[in-house]
């Protein structure tokens, strides 16, 4: 037994290929265990809590391993329950088991296996995965998890998988988590604004518009005139542009070009209603307004069109995205 430092002490290996077994150092005392470890990178691993809560277990030495078992006092035959041939702790349960190997081998992994037997406990262990590529860091993992999913199967006296199945088992797990994480970056269905329609609406075709900002300010003077003749006092304007909403709602832009048409509109929607609420709606969530200009382009120059409740065909089926998604 080699004292390191106090409360740290590392057993001699049973193994000839490496002067100490890894992981067979034991940590006496909770503030010294772990301390400079990136808890933080392990919890952020795209793998589900069950492996993680695994690996933590692995790392914080709470995994009843038969060497453990017989540490704490315990009698127990401290042979490898799934090849019965030398002392199971971690250094052996996860790297040196004849069956593990094979694993390993499999997964073309060895490699990594050899680099992993270097380590000296199970931190050192793991922040050397956390070195790998993420795609080698989540196969190892679920490896090590896998193994230890079968190792306790074999302490019941159960049968275990073959190496070739628990490849099958590995590959198809990192497929399942890989595709996961990529689930999670897709952005939540909520986050998609949604369009309400409203009870009237009204497209027509303005003459002698300078640019589409023109456009946008003609457009709702004619909307709440026309609203206005319809009798509505409490109204709500969409627009998509957020600079219209400022220009109709504040004087920021009483001294820009269209100052005079901006101030027109703030008069008429002063004087006409009782209440009025000004929303910008984005393009996308407002096919409806498009699909009403396109086919009001076709119309000559001053036409336009209103419609009560009943709207047009083309209207609907433009919304009928929208409000299928509003009722999910
Ligand atoms: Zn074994």
């Known amino acids: 037994m080699v004292t390191l430092s106090p409360g740290v002490t590392v057993s001699p ?12 150092i034991s940590i006496h005392g909770q503030k010294t265990m772990g301390a400079n470890f990136n808890w933080g ?23 009843p391993l038969r060497m453990k078992l017989k540490q704490r006092g315990l009698e127990v035959d401290t042979r490898c329950p799934v090849c019965f041939r030398l002392d199971e702790d971690g250094g052996h349960c996860f790297l040196k088991c004849k069956f593990v190997k094979k ?14 037997l270097l380590c000296t406990n199970p931190l050192c262990l793991l922040e050397e995965v956390f070195r790998l590529n993420e795609e080698e860091c989540m196969k190892v993992c679920i490896l090590l998890w896998l193994v230890w999913h079968q190792r306790n199967k074999a302490n019941a006296g159960e049968k275990i998988k073959c190496p070739d199945d628990i490849l099958s088992s590995i590959n198809y797990h990192t497929y ?6 990529q689930r999670r970056m897709i952005p939540k269905q909520t986050n998609i604004q949604k369009w309400t329609p409203p009870p009237a609406a009204g497209a027509g075709n303005l003459e002698h518009v300078s640019d589409a900002f023109h456009a946008e300010a ?7 005139n026309a609203t206005a003749k319809m009798g509505f006092n409490q109204v709500i304007f969409e627009m998509d542009s957020t600079v219209l909403k ?18 027109e509109i703030k008069f008429q929607l002063r004087i006409a209603f009782e209440n009025v609420k000004l929303y910008v709606c984005p393009m996308s969530c407002n096919n409806a307004a498009h699909v009403l200009a396109a086919h009001e382009a076709s119309l000559g120059d001053g036409m336009y069109e209103i419609w009560l409740g009943q709207f047009p065909e083309l209207v609907m089926n433009s919304v009928a995205g929208d409000l299928t998604s509003r009722s999910l």
């Open 13 to 24: 290996s049973s193994s000839s290929a490496s002067k100490y077994s890894p992981m067979s």
């Open 246 to 263: 400022q220009a109709i709602s504040s004087e920021d832009y009483d001294l820009a070009p269209l100052g005079a048409l901006f101030q």
């Open 218 to 224: 003609l457009a709702i003077l004619n909307a709440l």
């Open 103 to 116: 694993i390993w081998g499999l997964s073309q992994m060895e490699p990594i296996r050899l680099k992993l």
């Open 41 to 63: 990178k392990l919890w952020a691993l795209p793998l589900p809590g069950k492996i993680l809560h695994f690996l933590w277990r692995l790392v914080t030495y709470s995994l």
């Open 176 to 181: 399942e988590y890989r595709s996961l994480k």
